[in-house]
């Protein structure tokens, strides 16, 4: 483990210092901003799911995470208009969760679980072979990050590509995630979780 | 003693079991007909506790006795479900989900019932998309069939159930960082008490469970508290789902009667270390509880033997390391996950974890004297009971453990990363340990 001196920080952004000259920025007005139609109705129908709309922030976020590729300034404030609530309320929230990023890392998510049942099976070296894959074939707008146990140790050393649960992987699955990725294809079919044929190689539930 | 008979996953590979009509098929909802329609609420509290159902969320508390102590009064009162799992080496509870989500949502309304809640809640982290999804679409045919919402079955009794995402922090499944994330906050842990069953979500009073805890209610009042504690120890009655991970050749979840010998689930159910390699130490319930050895092996895996073993049964996760993994790179591998999911709230557990993490990278680039493994553990003791919340513990008891089983590893290694740096400090080469410890022979 002695390239943790490389990890990506803990806490991305935690020593971007802040501007005091600037005014707080105050909650926006819906009539100023334009909000995409569908993003405020599903912003408004979270909402209403809870006692306190505030409830919502994180589904919305996820939501508009999704429209946007990120939690852009437009992002925040959109939500925020919806939610009424400030910006600042909403990027303290954003900052606290690591699904959701106030940099524009990519609109493609891929999560190498390196956490401590995968680092029994050697889960750096899939993660290794993924990043350098991607920087090799130039992959694009996509994020690769070693994330902390995905709850799938069963499937060990595993990945999440936008989602989808595959593993067992090995280091030499890195290519072909990488070119289903920039080809819009689902990667390794049959190996992942949600798959109706998956099994685990040795035969287990999962 | 291996189960006789499957419990929570019995029929979990009937394909469509996920949908309303296979699991009402399998008997589904008759549980919770007979709660709403044949027993009075305490009756259903008394059965609960009866059973002795423990939570396998971790704690390990009396599920019964929780929710009875949730206040009565016509207020709004809440169920929290808490599917965030994010402890290291638990899959259990996404098992549940995704191929049997209305047995949760089963329990959830007879949980409901007991605790008189009215809004209920499943917080899943949000990694878990495919459950989730899965989830949605259960609760919506359970919508659609009148089990959840208004006056359920024509009883007295209303229940709203939403499915509530994560966004990836392990430190949301503490309960109240659950809390405070669930009204749209950052998930910091709140100082207790209050407990959550009197002021919990909203302030009001509030039930908060494991999904797997959930899971057995529909199986304990359809056969009785009896029936549950048929199997298990005196104090850790019924089943558990244990997750079986690591260094073994059948990773996965296997049911297990509590009790039953832990050596029989890691080599027996999950098939042990590959060929030719020895059980180092095992975590026996996730990566917060201490580290057993070999000899452990013996004991029976049950909340009170775990306990007295120096450890804890936790969620129910066994992570089996075996003779090739450094003890240093797995230490430090735990101590960079707690530092990493810190809330930072607490001074000893924020800084604990970083200085952890240091200490022990330190070790592996030759630049620490045994002397320091005092320092470290003195950072553990220093944490342990300090802290809002167990995070912090979490770390500094296994990080503990390993330093008190494993120190003559720890000293060679400290030993070995100086010699491989000639005795200096290995910044001084401006370089770093050539053979990385992260890398243990395959
Ligand atoms: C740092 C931390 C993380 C936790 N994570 C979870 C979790 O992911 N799932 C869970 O059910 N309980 C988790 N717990 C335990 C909960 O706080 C709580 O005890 C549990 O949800 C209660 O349910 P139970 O009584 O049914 O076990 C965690 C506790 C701590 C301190
Ligand atoms: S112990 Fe750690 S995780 Fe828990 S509240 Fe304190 S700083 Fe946050
Ligand atoms: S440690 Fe990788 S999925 Fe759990």
Known sequence: MSESDERPLTAPGWDRPADLEKDPALTPDLAEITVPDELRTEIERLMSLYPD?????????????ALH???????????????????????????????????????????????????????????????????????????????????????????????????????????????????????LPGRGLEDSDYRLPWGGTA | MALSELRLLKNINEPGLATIEVYEKLGGYRAMRKALLEMEPEEVLHELEGSGLRGRGGAGFSMGK?????????MDKYLCCNADESEPGTFKDRLLMQKNPHLLIEGIVIGAVAADANKAFIYIRGEYELQAEILER?????????????????SEHSLSLVVHPGAGAYICGEETGLLDSLEGKRGNPRLKPPFPANQGLYQGPTLINNVETLCNAPLIIEHGADWFKSVGTEKSAGSKVVSVSGDVRRPGNYE???????????????????????????????????????ADLDLGYDFETMAEAGSMLGSGAIIVVDDSMPIVSLALRLAEFYRHESCGKCTPCREGTNWTVKMLERIDYGE?????????????????????????????MPIGSMIE???????AHIEEARLRHGGLPLRAHGGRADEAVGSHAA
């Open chain 2, 138 to 154: 259960a609760v919506a045919e359970a919508y659609d069939r009148g089990y959840l919402g208004d006056r359920i079955l024509g």
């Open chain 2, 66 to 74: 929780k929710a009875s102590f949730i206040p009565k009064g016509r």
């Open chain 1, 53 to 65: 709309r505030r409830s919502a922030a994180i589904p919305a976020l996820h939501a508009a995470q």
């Open chain 2, 256 to 294: 297990i009667e509590l009790g039953m010998r832990a050596g029989d689930i890691v080599y027996g159910l999950a098939g042990g270390p590959p060929e030719g390699r020895r059980v180092k130490c095992w975590f026996p319930g996730g990566s917060s509880a201490p580290v057993l050895t070999e």
């Open chain 2, 368 to 396: 620490a004297t045994p002397a320091d493994l005092d320092v470290m553990a003195d950072v553990q003791t220093n944490i342990i009971g300090n802290c809002l919340c167990v995070l912090g513990d979490s770390m500094a």
């Open chain 2, 405 to 411: 089983k494993f120190r003559p590893e720890f000293e």
């Open chain 1, 69 to 187: 590729g990120w939690c852009s300034p437009e992002a925040i404030a959109q939500v925020a208009a919806v939610m009424r609530v400030t910006p600042a309320y909403l990027s303290s929230v954003a900052s606290f969760y690591d699904m959701l990023n106030e940099q524009p890392v990519g609109r493609h998510h891929v999560y190498v679980c390196t956490s401590v049942a995968c680092h029994l099976v050697h889960a750096k070296r899939v993660y290794d072979a993924i990043a350098e894959a991607a920087s090799d074939e130039g992959l694009e707008d996509t994020e690769v990050r070693e994330w902390e146990c995905l709850g799938a140790c069963d499937m060990a050393p595993m990945a999440s590509i936008d989602g989808r649960f595959v593993g067992p992987l090995d280091p030499s699955d890195a290519p072909e995630i990488v070119e289903s990725i920039k080809e819009g294809r689902q990667p």
